[in-house]
């Protein structure tokens, strides 16, 4: 088949990439000039595990280029950002959707499958694609196939889970559910299961939420353990030994272009009939602030204002700082003044030296849980003004300081202040 790509982002070019290998013809197309020249010169321009050997092979075959117009192609999938918007409820910003479908439109032959893959607020396909579409002239489910598929990969992962993870595949007829499905069907090995496209969207979006919604318990519980001088932690490590209960973990926020910004897709279509998912962003956006007013509490008697700030990346192991709480944190330390020194091996501008980093320094503030932060050596914690160490990931094991978590501060700062 011919596949016309529309965005050469985490999702669209990774995509692009398993159909050209697998035995289609794609036309990626991005509005970024940089990226276009970066991949035409043979190089991606994301990082993710094993995606630049995937696109050596497709470049190898011819069976993939980029540019920065489409053209006509028996496929097309949309996959471009979707922010929030600035209003009430931080709905979907379709502006970038709208924009591929209209660049599409004058591509667009009888017989030709339209694929939203984009992560879209519920409704969208059937209330604003579909009509746009109709007003070109065609008619859905007849003589073009319009379908919702949203992706559900990790990223640092996306090579094997876009091929092995169940898809959906959510048509607005069921004649565009099949044709969907005949096209995903030559990559992936998971299962499709049909659907029709808003259940697509809602499926897709709640997936995102019951974990942001899970999180917010286990946030919530770390702030009552505080409050109540016990062991949060601990109580979750007991709680889930019932063969039933699966608390999350507590941490500094939430973060990510996902859980932080697809539950308010679903609270902005339905306002009135969402308040716990709008109450579990309260409590998941409010963790910055709760860490900040926990560090000020246990820095009012340090011999000095320097903190070192380990992790800046919104999860362990990966470079993405997009939505980040910990770079939100870092942030609000340094406007109140603190000194703050921020260290992390994965991200470009902080990978200093471990030792220089905390020279000085009177508290280590671990804020994301990377692998390397397991173990944190003497050498980094001896010339320390004093050796503090709040992991608000509980990721630290080996160490030689004194180590307090969201379960064990309170046996440092007392309950909690009054204002949170
Ligand atoms: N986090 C906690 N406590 C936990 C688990 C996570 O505070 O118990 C935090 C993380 O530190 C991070 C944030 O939540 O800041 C999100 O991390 P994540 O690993 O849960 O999710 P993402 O955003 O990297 O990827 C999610 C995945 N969705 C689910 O697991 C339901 C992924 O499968 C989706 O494809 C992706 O969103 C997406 O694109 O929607």
Do not use: W
């Not at 990439?17 to 000039?33: E, K, M, S």
């Not at 995606?51 to 097309?76: C, I, K, V, W």
């Not at 974990?211 to 062991?231: F, H, S, T, Y």
């Not at 503030?365 to 320390?384: G, P, S």
């Amino acid at each position: 088949m011919k596949i016309t790509t529309i965005g050469l982002g985490y999702i669209g070019l990774p995509t692009s990439v398993l159909f050209a290998t697998h035995g289609h013809q794609v036309r990626g197309v991005d509005a970024n000039p940089a990226v276009v020249e970066t991949l035409n010169k043979g190089y991606i321009h994301i990082e993710e595990e094993g995606l630049q050997t995937l696109y050596n092979d497709a470049l190898q075959s011819n069976s993939f280029e980029a540019t920065m117009t489409p053209g006509s192609s028996d496929a097309f999938i949309i996959a471009v950002p979707t922010p929030n918007n600035n209003d009430a409820h931080k709905s979907c910003d379709l502006s970038y959707v709208v924009a591929a479908v209209n660049s599409i439109i004058p591509h667009l032959q009888k017989g030709n499958l339209v694929i939203i893959e984009s992560t879209i607020g519920p409704r969208t396909t059937e209330d604003t694609v579909q009509p746009m579409l109709e007003a070109a002239g065609f008619t859905i489910g007849e003589d073009i196939f319009l379908a919702h598929c949203p992706e559900r990969v990790l990223p640092g992962n996306i090579a094997h889970e876009l091929i092995h993870n169940p898809r959906i595949i959510g048509g607005v007829t069921p004649a565009c559910t099949s044709v969907a499905k005949a096209m995903y069907a030559t990559v992936v090995q998971g299962e499709l299961i049909e659907a029709t496209a808003s259940e697509a969207e809602l499926s897709k979006l709640m997936e995102n939420t019951y974990r942001d919604v899970n999180i917010a318990l286990a946030n919530e519980l770390a702030k009552i353990g505080l409050d109540l001088e016990i062991n949060a932690l601990k109580v979750i490590e007991m709680a889930n030994r019932h063969p039933r209960v699966n608390l999350h973990s507590p941490g500094p926020g939430v973060g990510g272009h996902c859980l932080a910004i697809d539950p308010y897709f679903v609270a902005a279509a339905s306002p009135q009939f969402s308040p716990l998912i709008q109450t579990a962003r309260q409590i998941n956006t409010s963790m910055p602030r709760f860490i900040v007013d926990s560090v000020n509490k246990l820095m009012a008697s340090a011999p000095n204002n320097k903190i070192t700030v380990f992790g800046l990346t919104y999860k362990g192991n990966i470079d993405d700082t997009r939505e980040s709480p910990a770079k939100e944190i870092s942030m609000m330390l340094q406007q109140s003044g603190y000194q703050v020194t921020e260290y992390d091996p994965h991200v470009d501008y902080a990978t200093i030296d471990i030792e220089v980093a905390c020279q000085d320094s009177s508290l280590i503030l671990v804020l994301t849980d990377h692998t390397e932060f397991k173990n944190i050596a003497a050498q980094a914690t001896n010339n320390m003004k004093q050796p503090l160490i709040l992991d608000t990931k509980s990721i630290v094991q080996q160490h030689e300081a004194t180590l307090l978590n969201l379960g064990n501060m309170h046996t440092q700062i007392g309950k909690i202040p009054q204002e949170m």
